[in-house]
């Protein structure tokens, strides 16, 4: 059985950090990769990272780029999206979803992805 479990989400204040952690259980790593999205009230859900966990490569979309770091822990089935310098526009539901494409990841097209957890809040105040 496949879970997508965020967790992490906040509330933080402009220029905060929140290092938000996605436990993937049932999607082996040489076989999945992990993305993060997020959707924002009234707005379409949108790319911000992904990894391929089984060469390590990630990619950023340009959303968040430069302010975040997707990794991952292989041995705990984890991701972890460390965010900085927030901004109140970056206020959002966060997913996390696992693909199929284990290689490589898309860090835009959420269609790509096959499994998606409930998502974490996020919310920066100015």
């Known amino acids: 059985e496949v879970q997508i479990v965020e967790s992490g989400g906040g509330l933080v204040q402009a220029g905060g950090s929140l290092r938000l952690s996605c436990v993937a259980s049932g999607v082996p790593v040489d076989d999945y990769s992990i993305g993060w999205f997020r959707q924002a009230p009234g707005k379409e859900r949108e790319g911000v990272a992904c990894i391929s966990r089984s060469v390590g490569i990630s990619e950023y979309a340009d959303s968040m780029e430069g302010r975040v770091t997707i990794s991952s822990d292989n041995a705990k089935n984890t991701v972890y999206l460390q965010m900085n310098s927030l901004k109140p526009e970056d206020t959002a539901v966060y997913y996390c979803?696992?693909?199929?494409?284990?290689?490589?990841?898309?860090?835009?097209?959420?269609?790509?992805?096959?499994?998606w957890g409930q998502g974490t809040q996020v919310t920066v105040s100015s």
């Open positions: 979803a696992a693909s199929r494409a284990a290689y490589p990841c898309s860090q835009y097209v959420s269609r790509a992805y096959d499994y």
